[in-house]
C-alpha cells in the first residue's frame, strides 16, 4: 500500500477539494484562453490539499488543446538560499526554454536577474507563450515585502502574459504585508482551504487505501480520522498514523503466521500514537506548568480556530486568558509580560517559533507551533484539562 506516493486520482479531482479545484482551474484557464495576467494567492493550514489540487489543474490543463503555447514553471521557496535568489531561478528555468530575456550586468547577481525580468515582463509579451510560475512555500519570501510586491506587480502589466500563483499556509500573509490600498492595485485573486472535517479526512483515507481498506476496520479509519481532525486537519498526519498501524498489523501476521488475518483496529491506532509520539518533546509535556500547558493549548486552539498555521501573540493572550477562567479559574492571572517570558521559554524549549516582523511590538508578533497538536493532544489524553476541551481521547 503506497500511502507515501502523491496520489493519481482517476477523475483529476482531489477528494473533498472539488471545490477549490473547480475554482482554481477556471480562473487559470480564463487567464490561459484570453492571454491576461493575474496574481492568485491559494493559502490553507499545511496538509489541506493545496499542492495536490495545483497538480490536478495542471493536468487538466494540459489536455486542453485549444490554450495555445505555454510555459509552466515551479519554484519552491523552501530550496532558496536566500530569497532574491528567486529571480537568478526563474531568469534560469525561462532562458532553458528557450525564452529570450535581455541581460544587462553579471548574470549571478540578484539584482541583475531582477531589473533583467522587471523590463522582461514590462513590454508587450502578447506574442510571446503564456508563463506560469507556481511558488510553493510562499510564507518563506515574507521577510522582503519589497520582493513579493515586486513579483505580483509584474502581472499588473497588461500585456506581460505572467501568471503567478502563490502557494501559503499564512491566511493573512498578504494583510500583514501590504495596507490595503496596495493589495487591492496588485489585484490578487484568493483561494482559501478550510482545515479539513473528519469525514472528510475518512473519505480520504478511504480514498487513498482503495483494495487494501478492508485490511482498516472502520472504527480504525474513523479514530484516525477524528484524532487528526481535533488537532490541526493535516491529512498526512492521518496517512503517517495509517502507514504505522499497518506496520505494527503486518508485523504481528508474520510473527503469528495469520496470513493477513488480523485487521487494523483502534487498539492498533493508540499503539501507533503511542510509537510516533515518544520523542523526547512529548515526553516533557506532562511536566510543564498549568500555565505553560495552558499556552500551548492555546495556540493549538487559535490555529484550529481561524484556520492558519501562524497567530498573533494579542490573540493567543486572549485565548490565554478564555482557557484559563474555564479551566483553571482558581490560579492567579497572569501579566502579559509573564506571558511572553513564558512564549520565550517554550521557543527554547522548542514548542513554538517566534516570527519576527522588523521592529514591531510584542503584542504583533507572529507564532507557529513547532511540534504536532495532535501529539500534544494524545500525550497529555489522561490531563482533566485536555479532556475538558477536546472529551475523553481513546
Not at 487528526?228 to 486537519?233: I, Q
Not at 483553571?328 to 524549549?349: C, D, F, G, K, T
Not at 513554538?352 to 504583533?364: C, N, Y
Amino acid at each position: 500500500m503506497k500511502l507515501e506516493s502523491v496520489p493519481n486520482w482517476e477523475d483529476d479531482d482531489v477528494p473533498c477539494r472539488e471545490e477549490e479545484g473547480d475554482n482554481l482551474y477556471t480562473e487559470l484557464l480564463d487567464c490561459l484562453t484570453s492571454r491576461s495576467s493575474r496574481s492568485i494567492y491559494i493559502h490553507g493550514m499545511p496538509g489541506c490539499g493545496k499542492s495536490l489540487t495545483m497538480s490536478a489543474v495542471l493536468k487538466k490543463l494540459s489536455t486542453n488543446p485549444d490554450l495555445g503555447r505555454w510555459e509552466y514553471f515551479e519554484i519552491n521557496a523552501m530550496q532558496l538560499a536566500k530569497s532574491s535568489d528567486i529571480y537568478l531561478t526563474f531568469l534560469e528555468l525561462l532562458q532553458q526554454r528557450n525564452i529570450r530575456i535581455k541581460v544587462d550586468g553579471n548574470r549571478t547577481k540578484p539584482i541583475v536577474a531582477q531589473n533583467s525580468l522587471r523590463n522582461y515582463f514590462a513590454r508587450d509579451q502578447s506574442k510571446s507563450p503564456m508563463i506560469l510560475l507556481h511558488i510553493e512555500e510562499l510564507d518563506k519570501l515574507a521577510k522582503s515585502v519589497e520582493l513579493l510586491y515586486d513579483l505580483f506587480d509584474w502581472t499588473t502589466g497588461g500585456k506581460a502574459n505572467l501568471i503567478i500563483v502563490g502557494i501559503s499556509n499564512d491566511l493573512s500573509l498578504v494583510e500583514k504585508l501590504f495596507p490595503k490600498k496596495v493589495a487591492s492595485r496588485l489585484g490578487l485573486k484568493r483561494i482559501n482551504f478550510v482545515p479539513y472535517s473528519g469525514a472528510e479526512i475518512e473519505q480520504i483515507l478511504r480514498s487513498r487505501l482503495s483494495d487494501t481498506a478492508h485490511i482498516f476496520e472502520n472504527s480504525a479509519l474513523t479514530l484516525i480520522s477524528k484524532k487528526v481532525a481535533a488537532s490541526l486537519s493535516d491529512v498526512r498526519r492521518a496517512l503517517h498514523v495509517s502507514r504505522k498501524s499497518l506496520s505494527l498489523v503486518e508485523k504481528l501476521n508474520l510473527e503469528n503466521n495469520e496470513e493477513g488475518n488480523i485487521r487494523v483496529n483502534t487498539s492498533h491506532v493508540n499503539q501507533a500514537h503511542n510509537v510516533m509520539y515518544a520523542m523526547t518533546e512529548y515526553k516533557m509535556l506532562p511536566f510543564l506548568s498549568i500555565y505553560e500547558l495552558l499556552f500551548i493549548l492555546s495556540v493549538i486552539e487559535e490555529i484550529r480556530i481561524i484556520g492558519n498555521n501562524i497567530v498573533q501573540f494579542y490573540n493567543v493572550v486572549l485565548r490565554f486568558k478564555k482557557l484559563q477562567s474555564c479551566h483553571a479559574p482558581y490560579h492567579e492571572n497572569v501579566s502579559v509580560s509573564h506571558l511572553r517570558s513564558m512564549m520565550i521559554r517554550l521557543q527554547n524549549m522548542t514548542y513554538i517559533e517566534i516570527l519576527h516582523r522588523g521592529r514591531i511590538p510584542v503584542l504583533e508578533c507572529d507564532l507557529r507551533l513547532e511540534v504536532d497538536a495532535e501529539g500534544v493532544i494524545h500525550t497529555l489524553k489522561d490531563n482533566q484539562i485536555i479532556t475538558a476541551i477536546y472529551g475523553q481521547q481513546d
